[in-house]
């Protein structure tokens, strides 16, 4: 991969497909970038179900936009610092939790071996949708596994509740 690819954070779509300049990180920008997501959990941890499921669907959308551009922009379909994909996912993974270190831990190691594994279908999307959509469906995806996946441990009292 080209190393001389130069992002600008002062471009607003970039700034937000690069998660704030984490995508940036020079080791597993990914699992770095995911880190962005705190901040939207944390906001938004107290507020009803529907206001968490709408603000995952918008931020889909916007990153749907954010990230295509971006890929058009330096012309590498998901380029390792494109991020914001990670940061939607892991929002969607801690969607309804109650939010502890425990559950945010178990949400971030659910979402990263979902996103990096690729299983069955988030495998099938990845490969076969391109542009901005390519690029977030399969963290999307990563992200609901998870989401199924927190919340069965909530249920069966393993994560508390």
């Known amino acids: 991969m080209d190393k001389s690819l130069k992002f600008n954070l002062k471009r607003p779509h970039q700034l937000f497909a690069l998660g704030f ?4 990180a020079p ?5 770095v970038g995911t880190l962005a997501g705190l901040p939207f959990i944390f906001a938004t941890m107290t ?5 968490q499921v709408s603000l995952a669907v918008l931020m889909t959308i916007f990153g749907v936009w954010v990230c295509g551009k971006t890929a058009r922009d330096v012309n590498v379909h ?17 969607i309804g939790a109650a939010i502890s270190w425990q559950s945010l831990l178990v949400g971030f190691v659910l979402f990263r071996f ?11 999307l990845d490969k076969k949708l391109h542009g901005g959509r ?4 399969d ?6 596994f998870s989401l199924i996946c ?12």
């Open 78 to 94: 998901d380029h390792p610092a494109i991020v914001w994909d990670e940061v939607v996912g892991f929002y969607i993974t801690m």
């Open 47 to 51: 507020l009803p179900i529907w206001f």
């Open 134 to 137: 390519g690029i977030m469906a």
């Open 27 to 31: 080791k597993a920008p990914g699992t």
């Open 114 to 124: 979902f996103d990096i594994a690729k299983p069955g279908p988030i495998r099938m």
């Open 150 to 161: 927190i919340q069965a441990l909530f249920k069966t009292g393993v994560l508390g509740g």
């Open 21 to 24: 300049g984490t995508g940036l």
């Open 139 to 144: 963290d999307v995806l990563a992200g609901i």
